[in-house]
């Protein structure tokens, strides 16, 4: 069964410069802590950016580094400010995975282990007819943001932004997540630490985790 990922990069970051997924980290960029454990696992990926007409200079040759080093698919939200639930449809309207795997691009602790935790689930999800798998803390807290989408999930994605865009309002993610029947799956069985969960909003959260331990 062919599996796929999107790693959502379309935020406006304001509170870390507007420039998330191309702060430093280590050697390189955020954004490529997550894209590294795509390629060491082989799944091909689309990287969803902001819409281009809002992007500068600097930050689009950035994007084509991305795409000069990793050689993957990248594309933008076709709306707008429309939240990670844009990034998603964005994502999968051009990449061709059975089931999707949705990653954001600012947390650096992900790695090989937590991925294929979560793909063991697909057969589950498969024989009882859940849409989208998504780990869930002991306090009802979801991790939409680290999931699986199943690709016949794109016709209610699309038909909910066309109903939210009509509306001129918010997009939740978690309408999208209740109306896909979700298979929840612990997130200590994902990983048990919780550590691939964390991820990067402030300045300060750069400078404190990266001086953690791995």
């Not at 191309?22 to 590294?36: A, C, H, N, P, Q």
């Not at 990926?45 to 580094?65: A, E, Q, S, T």
Request: aromatic share 10%; net charge positive.
């Amino acid at each position: 069964m062919k599996i796929s990922a999107i790693v959502l990069s379309g935020g406006n970051a304001e509170r870390l410069g507007g420039e998330k997924p191309f702060r430093r980290w280590g050697e390189g960029y955020l954004i490529e802590s997550t894209i590294r454990v795509l390629v060491e696992m082989r799944i091909p990926f689309v990287v969803v950016f902001k819409n281009m007409r809002y992007l500068d200079g600097g930050h689009i040759d950035k994007i084509f580094y991305l795409l000069k080093k990793y050689r993957q698919s990248i594309t933008w939200d076709v709306i707008y400010n429309g939240g990670p639930i844009v990034g998603i449809l964005s994502g999968m309207r051009v990449t061709e995975g059975y089931w999707i795997l949705v990653l954001p691009c600012d947390t650096p602790f992900i790695n090989r282990e937590s991925i294929e935790n979560l793909l063991k689930y697909i057969d589950t999800a498969e024989s009882k007819g859940y849409n989208c798998i998504v780990p869930k803390h002991e306090n009802g807290y979801i991790e939409p943001l680290f999931s699986l989408y199943k690709r016949s999930s794109l016709n209610i994605l699309e038909k909910l932004v066309k109903e939210t865009t009509v509306k001129n309002k918010g997009i939740p993610i978690r309408e999208l997540i209740q109306r896909l029947n979700p298979l929840y799956v612990s997130s200590k069985d994902i990983d048990k630490s919780k550590r691939v969960f964390i991820n990067i909003n402030t300045f300060e959260d750069l400078r404190r985790l990266a001086s953690s331990p791995p």
